[in-house]
């Protein structure tokens, strides 16, 4: 890999809102700045909140920057460094989490704590198989376990929505995302209506399937680049932690068991009522669950 001092990396313009919205009373938008830094295969756009502490890596789920995670990122940002990744156009998931590597160096981050949020709990785990050394702790939020099994299904999924009309990708995105929303809603109408407002202005892109498809190609590989068999009961040592909801409608009773079961020694916080949406419908909360789990010595799962 070549040195760190052959990349660039360049600050961009003061970062778009992601504060907490006016039901929190806090203020509009939060002190940050976006980062611009190429790497080999693709130029990575990364969110910068806070400072001090040990570094945590944010990976999103397939919403990207605008999954709504905002306001549980900026409490966390209240007492250390967070950096938010936005995916690159990359359909190889060893190309991604290498490319996360070269950040890092770049960045000068020996280690970080990894947040993973749904899809981004998969960029995490493949990530902590590949690059071991380079993960403290991680802690995989309303995330699958990697199964071998799972890669039929994922194909089917990429083949179906690369030949979708335009319209009708968009229309099923809207109704699923509406729906996974559902507690955020409840929770906080403004909240709710924020991230619908940037889902809509994503969607409205020509290529607004190309990130979704990349990311189920990601997927596939993954499964026989790092193999499930190569999870963290090799590697006990890790501080993993997750954080699932009961009422997870995207990640099912089953599926939670199956994560529990792919990582023996972590620690689980497990939300009532959240669904799939914790860091929206409780981002007070979600951030001490971080918190906890990021904790030196292994945390506990508390209440």
């Given at each position: ?33 976006r980062l ?6 693709a130029v ?177 590989e993954s ?81």
């Amino acid at each position: 890999m070549p040195a760190p001092s052959n990349r660039r990396v360049a600050p961009r313009a003061p970062t778009p809102r992601i504060g907490p919205d006016d039901d929190a009373g806090g203020p509009a938008g939060a002190a940050g700045r976006r980062l611009s830094i190429r790497g080999s295969d693709a130029v990575w756009q990364v969110l910068e909140l806070g400072s001090g502490g040990s570094t945590l890596l944010a990976l999103p789920g397939g919403l990207g920057m605008v999954d709504g995670a905002g306001d549980a990122l900026q409490a966390i940002a209240a007492s250390r460094r967070v950096l938010a990744l936005e995916y690159p156009p990359v359909r190889r998931m060893t190309a991604l989490v290498d490319g996360i590597v070269e950040l890092l160096d770049q960045l000068g981050l020996a280690t970080v704590d990894v947040l993973g949020s749904s899809y981004g709990a998969w960029v995490a785990q493949c990530l902590l198989r590949r690059h071991p050394t380079r993960v403290r702790c991680a802690v995989l939020a309303h995330g699958y376990a990697l199964r071998a099994q799972d890669a039929k299904r994922l194909r089917i999924a990429a083949a179906v929505w690369r030949v979708l009309p335009p319209p009708l990708f968009r229309a099923m995105v809207t109704l699923r995302v509406r729906a996974v929303l559902a507690p955020a809603r409840a929770a906080s109408r403004a909240r709710y209506e924020r991230v619908m407002l940037d889902v809509r202005a994503m969607l409205a892109a020509p290529d607004a399937a190309a990130p979704f498809i990349a990311q189920q190609h990601c997927m596939i590989e993954s499964l026989t680049a790092m193999p499930p068999d190569a999870g963290e009961t090799v590697r006990p040592a890790h501080t993993v932690g997750i954080i699932e909801s009961d009422d997870d409608p995207v990640i099912g009773a089953r599926a939670r068991e199956r994560l529990r079961a792919a990582h023996p020694h972590a620690v689980v916080r497990r939300f009532r009522g959240t669904g799939h949406v914790t860091a929206l419908v409780a981002p007070a909360a979600f951030a001490d669950a971080v918190a906890a789990l990021t904790s030196t010595p292994r945390a506990s799962s508390g209440p």
